[in-house]
């Protein structure tokens, strides 16, 4: 059974078509790759499985739901989560508290709950997200730096550190846009055992 299927999925931007009649399925635990020249509409088919697009045609289905129409905290709420070419990561933050913003979204305390924060209850759930961030970390080997600011990372670290955040979602499926560009062999090589490590526990 798949945990991720496009049927026939195009989408049109005006007259442009970006991705056209795009079939394919994905198996719990795959690692599994989309190869294209740049335009050829990677990014695009990444951005129409997490519903930051629309598809025009077709459908989109995870662990056999229909998605194809759901708002992007949706998606993410059912477990897929995803990093972009792009770097996007507070840079004044610690690396610890980037991948704390991603973890905090599988909290159950809302905005009353953080202003009581001294509530016992709060704080044990407080503690559980940094434990989980704190994981996060050694899975990506940026445990070390976890009080390092993000923007004083090394270029590989910081693609690891997005990497990281997107883990604190505890996603089933883990979309990885471009995560060795840019990075030196030395780096693609510890991001390549990363990955298989990340499958070896569970991810797709």
């Not at 690692?31 to 045609?57: C, D, M, V």
């Not at 059912?78 to 508290?97: D, S, Y």
Request: hydrophobic share 45%; aromatic share 6%; charged share 20%.
């Amino acid at each position: 059974m798949s945990i991720l299927e496009l049927k026939e999925v195009t989408i049109r931007f005006g007259g442009l078509v970006a991705v056209n009649k795009v079939s394919m399925t994905i198996e719990p635990g795959a690692i599994q790759a989309l190869i294209g020249p740049n335009g050829a509409g990677k990014s695009t088919i990444f951005n129409l499985i997490t519903g930051l697009y629309s598809a025009s045609e077709g459908q989109i289905f995870f662990n056999q739901q229909n998605i194809t129409t759901q708002k992007p905290y949706h998606i993410a709420a059912l477990g897929i989560a995803r990093t972009f070419q792009t770097i996007h990561l507070f840079n004044e933050l610690t690396v610890l508290e980037n991948v704390l913003i991603g973890a905090h979204t599988q909290g159950k305390n809302d905005l009353g709950g953080a202003l009581i924060g001294f509530a016992p209850w709060v704080r044990r759930e407080e503690k559980q997200l940094a434990d989980w961030a704190v994981q996060c970390l050694h899975r990506v080997n940026l445990v070390d730096k976890h009080q390092e600011i993000a923007k004083n990372l090394s270029y590989g670290e910081q693609r690891r550190l997005e990497i990281a955040r997107a883990l604190a979602l505890k996603p089933q499926l883990l979309l990885l846009d471009e995560p060795a560009a840019g990075m030196n062999l030395n780096e693609k090589k510890e991001l390549m055992q990363i990955i298989k490590n990340l499958r070896e526990l569970g991810n797709t």
